[in-house]
Each structure stands twice: as C-alpha cells, then as structure tokens.
C-alpha cells in the first residue's frame, strides 16, 4: 500500500520538476533575423573581341566645331544678296529699258545708242587714258571747292545761328546771294578771276556755301531747348555748351547740308567746264557732242552719276561715325 503511495507522489513531484523546469527553459523571445546581403554575383564573363580599327580622318570631313558656322554664313549671304538685289532692281530696269528701246526702234539709236555700246565707249575712254586724265581735272576741282566751302560754312553758320545780333546783320544779305543761282553768276566769274582754274573752284565754292550754310543755321536755332537749359542749369561754359549740346545735336542737319553741297559741286563743275575747259568731264561732254560722239558723251554723263553716288555713300558713312552717340529710332 506504501508503495503504491509513495510510487503516485514520486510521480507527481516529477511532474511538478518537470514543469517548473519548462517555465524556467523557456526562451526569450528572439530578435528579428537580420536578412543578409545577398552575395555578389560574379560578372557575365566578356567574350574577347578584337578591336575594331579606327577609320583614318578624311581630309574633306567637316569640323564638328565649324559645323553651325557653314548654315549661318549661308544665310548671312542670302540675305545680303536678297537685298542687293532688291536695291538694284531699278537700276537693273533702267539699264534693260535702255538696251531694249533703241534696239526695238521706240528710240532713234543714233542720239540714244544701247547701254552696251555705251559702255564700249567706256571701256575704251577708260583704256587709252582720257577718261583717267579728265576725271583727275574734275575731282580736283570739285572736292577743293567743296573742301573750302565746308570749312568757311560750317563755323559761319554756327556763328551766325548762335549769335542773334550776327544773324540780324548778315540775314538780308544772305537772303539776296542764296536766291541768286551760282550758274547765273558764272559770266561774272569768268569776267573777273578768267577763265583759269581760278573761276571754275570759285564757282564751286559759292554753290556748295549755301546748303551748308543754311542747313548749319537751322541746325544750332533749333537745337533742344531742353538740353540748352539743362546744360545752363549745370553752369556750364560757352565753349563747353557748343562741344557737348549743341554741335552733337546739330550733326545731322550740317550733314544734310553737307551731302547737297557734295552733289551741287560736281554739278555746277560740269557746266563751268563745258566754258573756257581743256579738261574735266565737262569738256569731255561738250567736245564728245560737237564732235557727234554719242556713246562717249553718255558716258561721261554716266561717270558723273556714279562718281556722285559714291561721294555721296561716303559722306553717308561719315556723318554715322560722327553720329554713334544718337539712340535709333
């Protein structure tokens, strides 16, 4: 009977061990499992390939750093041919309606012969010399007479456009000389300086002073009041007034002026040389039409007018260099 006792407490007292041993055991509740970095794979293998042979430069391949320079200059020069054209588009009328008519009949050749004979004529004046020697006669004389006019205008006017008490004095007579026509005046000339080289640079001089004179009158009387004020407010001297307002305000009308008288001068050349000349284009004109030379007297005509044209482009790039300071419109 003891046994069978002792047998159960033993048993339950091996239980009891067995579960406090189970509490005891029981573990503690694990970290989260750090997940590790998977290995790195080793790279695909390359198949060797052998290289591959650089193409030799060709001395026609183009520039890639002059590449965007080619279409620009392209366009650069349409444009500037576009409008070449455009600006001679009358000129080029005019020389096809001078080809076409005397050839068609609509005009008598023999007193307006075709451009290209014309320029025949051209060619061989310009050839044996004349038309170098009479050329030479007449810029001489045009551009001192007009030197001389410009330098006696321009501070004439600016004198007489400043100073009121001048301008009252000198006005009525310059009222009765510039309505006085400079070709009219030509027999007086001739009578009193001969008929030299004298006469024909002074008859120059008397055309090319008005347009200078009066444009440089107008010019410094219609200066910005504004400015004019403005600069006396500042203190500022006579001489300094002139330099810093009123000369650069007044470039423009004095170039205006300018560019007539340049105009005026080889005009009134022609006429004063076609008296008492041995040479200039004048004389070249007269003789070429009494000796009934129709081709050579157009184009001496036709040599005048582009003489003109680029005195005229020159005076023109003249008064932009002086004229930098003004904003465009």
Not at 169 to 179: A, D, K, Q, S, Y
Not at 221 to 238: E, F, K, Q, Y
Request: charged share 15%; proline share 9%.
């Amino acid at each position: 009977m003891s046994t069978a006792a002792d047998t159960k407490t033993t048993a339950a007292e091996a239980e009891a061990v067995r579960a406090d041993g189970a509490r005891t055991a029981a573990p503690a509740p694990e970290p989260a499992p750090v997940r590790e970095a998977a290995p790195e794979r080793d790279p695909a293998p390359v198949e060797e390939t052998a290289p591959v042979p650089e193409p030799a430069p060709s001395a026609a391949a183009p520039d890639p750093a002059r590449a965007p320079a080619g279409p620009a200059a392209l366009r650069a020069l349409a444009r500037w041919l576009r409008a070449a054209a455009l600006r001679s588009a009358a000129i080029l009328a005019l020389l096809a309606v001078w080809e076409a008519a005397p050839r068609l009949g609509l005009v008598d050749s023999t007193f307006l012969p075709p451009v290209s004979e014309v320029a025949a004529a051209w060619w061989e004046l310009a050839g044996n010399g004349q038309l170098a020697e009479h050329t030479r006669a007449s810029l001489v004389r045009s551009f001192g007479g007009f030197g001389i006019a410009v330098v006696v205008a321009v501070p004439l006017g600016l004198l007489i456009g400043w100073y009121r008490p001048v301008a009252v004095l000198l006005g009525p007579l310059l009222e009765v000389f510039r309505n006085t026509a400079a070709l009219a005046l030509l027999p007086v000339f001739v009578l009193l300086l001969g008929i030299g080289e004298t006469s024909k640079v002074s008859i120059v001089v008397y055309a090319c002073v008005w347009p200078i004179l009066l444009n440089t009158i107008s010019a410094v009387g219609n200066a910005d009041p504004t400015l004019v004020r403005l600069a006396r407010s500042m203190d500022l001297s006579t001489p300094r007034l002139f330099q810093k307002v009123i000369l650069p305000a007044s470039v423009p009308a004095i170039f205006t002026g300018i560019r007539l008288a340049g105009a005026v001068s080889i005009l009134v050349l022609v006429a004063a040389e076609m008296i008492g000349a041995k040479a200039g284009l004048g004389y070249l004109i007269n003789a070429s039409q009494f000796n009934f030379a129709i081709p050579e007297m157009y184009a001496g005509i036709v040599t005048i007018s582009a003489i003109g044209v680029a005195f005229n482009q020159l005076l023109v790039s003249v008064e932009r260099r002086l004229s930098l300071w003004r904003v465009p419109a």
